[in-house]
């Protein structure tokens, strides 16, 4: 029904391929990383990589509060300026996932995104390159940004849903990558709603204020 982790402590929750938990420099707790930097696709299959990191559990969506939360940065291949996901010129993007049919087929919880989802992401990410269209610039904890996704988007209250983690490389540039940290799967992200307002008091013998 819910699922919470810092990765603070070793975890075996999810498999997949490209990603390990680790702390690289510039960090100073465990988090969830793709490779650093990411190798393009060029001479894999379809001239593509997917880097996917799946959670082995999969997720009873509620009917409400079905949020997925998560601390992340994605310094991945911008596409062009206009492009929105799915369009050919989109180029790399990361994207969260969900499956009710045992991962046969996948559904966006919301569209994917690059590093112009954030103007430091795309900053950082532009400020240092090879020479040619690669970015060599690296992510630090100072660019963490959160995201909330609402699993009742895409799917209903009861569905038992797969998740997922995916980044999606063309065979073109490639930059420093994804990092995921703090994940929160349906589990206590909105504030309690305040039911009553405490009152001053005075103790015994004292005066009431003025």
């Given amino acids: ?15 997949g391929n490209g990603f390990t938990i680790d702390t690289p420099n510039g960090f100073t707790n465990p988090a969830i990383h793709s490779e650093h930097p ?3 696709g060029a001479g894999f299959p379809g001239e593509q990589r997917n880097l996917i990191y799946q959670l082995k559990y999969p997720i009873k969506v509620k009917a409400t509060e079905a949020f997925i939360q998560f601390d992340e940065i994605a310094l991945v291949e911008p596409g062009e300026p206009g492009a929105a996901f799915g369009d050919a010129e989109f180029w790399d993007y990361v994207v969260v996932e969900g ?9 966006p919880f919301a569209n994917g995104y690059d590093a112009r989802a954030y ?4 900053t950082r990410y532009n ?3 090879d ?11 100072a660019l963490f940004k959160t995201r909330i ?6 799917f209903a209250a009861g569905d038992e849903v ?3 983690f995916r980044l999606f490389i063309d065979q073109a540039a490639s930059g420093w990558g994804w990092a995921i940290d703090n994940i929160k799967i349906q589990s206590d992200i909105t504030p309690p709603l305040l039911l009553h307002k405490h009152i001053d008091y005075v103790k015994a013998g004292e005066a009431m204020p003025a």
Avoid: C, H
């Fill in 131 to 141: 020479g040619g269209q690669n970015s060599t610039a690296v992510g630090d904890a």
């Fill in 162 to 164: 797969a998740i997922r």
């Fill in 38 to 40: 990411y190798l393009n």
């Fill in 99 to 107: 499956s009710i049919d045992n991962g046969e087929t996948w559904t």
């Fill in 119 to 122: 103007s430091e992401w795309l």
């Fill in 149 to 154: 996704i609402n699993m009742r988007d895409k």
């Fill in 1 to 15: 029904n819910a699922y919470a982790n810092d990765f603070n402590n070793p975890s075996s929750d999810f498999f």
């Fill in 127 to 129: 400020s240092a390159n």
